[in-house]
């Protein structure tokens, strides 16, 4: 029953215009027909529990039954959230300021509660740092995250109420991130995505995700943002693609190469997923936003209900995804 309602709950949150679009898309692109791509997706949806983005993001339009069924999907993902993360345990990580008091010792950034602030308290956490991040506490994909320059506010009493307005109840000091992730793309934190797993006695990495930026101020998919994946050294082996599917071997910005970038302070960043994962053992399945700094990652935030994130097979050359990694990990 939780399967039916799951499924039917994603159908009505569908965006049908923008599935008709990317059917189209692919439809021109590999000649079939655009109907024919559009069952495929319904197809898919129901025996991959695959969403159409995933379909394209996953290129299912070129593989066959044996190989779709390796990729992790949100569906699958669901599975896993609801069998090993316990519901009354989930807000620890959905609210962003208890998430901060928890791991507190991993965040390595000041922070205020606007909710519990005065407006003279916003002014001076603002003066003091200069650059701020203001965060919703309970958006996921960026929503709600906007960069503040203490220059271009006018009137603090104002702001506070407009932050009160848009329950963006978090402010953050400004990471500076690593030099060498600067040189990636220097007006982002571009940030890593790291999926654990905690079996009760040991805590496994089951893959780490390099989130750039990409003329904007956030790293995120949805924001115009790219990612590709990590080897178990920190190495990128494949290239980042964007929202839609543009491949890029260097970053189209700075020109750094993407391709073979070696993320600093991995060793670090690893022994941290460890001791993070432990903290609250009754979430055992969660995606890390980590931040790299000058001396030791710092964690962003911690998602219970974390994204799949795979690579494209045009681009790696193989038509393999995760959940053979998951299921020598994971019953589900």
């Known amino acids: 029953m939780t399967k039916i309602k799951y499924y039917f709950k994603r159908l009505f949150a569908l965006d049908y215009k923008n599935m008709w679009r990317l059917a189209g898309e692919i439809s021109k692109e590999h000649k079939r027909s655009r109907l024919y791509i559009l069952i495929d997706m319904v197809i898919c949806s129901l025996r991959y529990q695959a969403g159409y983005m995933e379909y394209f993001e996953y290129e299912f339009f070129l593989l066959n039954h044996k190989q779709r069924q390796t990729f992790m999907t949100t569906g699958k993902a669901h599975q896993i959230i609801m069998k090993y993360n316990q519901r009354d345990q989930r807000y620890k990580f959905a609210d962003k300021t208890v998430f901060n008091e928890i791991f507190k010792d991993f965040i390595g950034r000041d922070y205020i509660d606007v909710r519990e602030s005065t407006v003279e308290e916003l002014q001076a956490f603002m003066e003091k740092y200069q650059v701020v991040m203001a965060k919703r506490n309970d958006a ?134 460890d001791r993070a994962a432990r903290v609250v053992p009754e979430i055992q399945y969660v995606g890390w936003d980590v931040a790299i700094g000058q001396v030791k990652p710092a964690l962003i935030e911690g998602n219970y209900n974390t994204g799949v994130f795979q690579m494209k097979p045009s681009l790696t050359g193989e038509k393999i995804g995760l959940v053979p990694r998951y299921r020598s990990i994971i019953d589900f």
């Open 140 to 273: 996921m994909m960026g929503d709600g995250v906007e960069r503040v320059d203490v220059k271009d506010i006018k009137d603090f009493s104002a702001f506070h109420a407009k932050l009160l307005e848009q329950r963006q109840f978090l402010i953050e000091e400004f990471f500076v991130q690593h030099e060498d992730m600067s040189k990636l793309y220097p007006d982002s934190v571009n940030t890593l995505r790291v999926i654990t797993f905690f079996d009760g006695k040991d805590v496994h990495v089951l893959e780490s995700i390099l989130k750039i930026g990409n003329g904007g101020h956030l790293d995120n998919f949805g924001a115009g943002g790219m990612y590709t994946i990590l080897d178990e050294n920190g190495v990128v082996k494949y290239p980042a693609f964007d929202m839609l599917a543009k491949a890029y071997t260097n970053h189209p910005i700075t020109g750094t190469p993407i391709v073979g970038f070696q993320v600093p302070n991995f060793d670090i960043l690893l022994e941290t997923m």
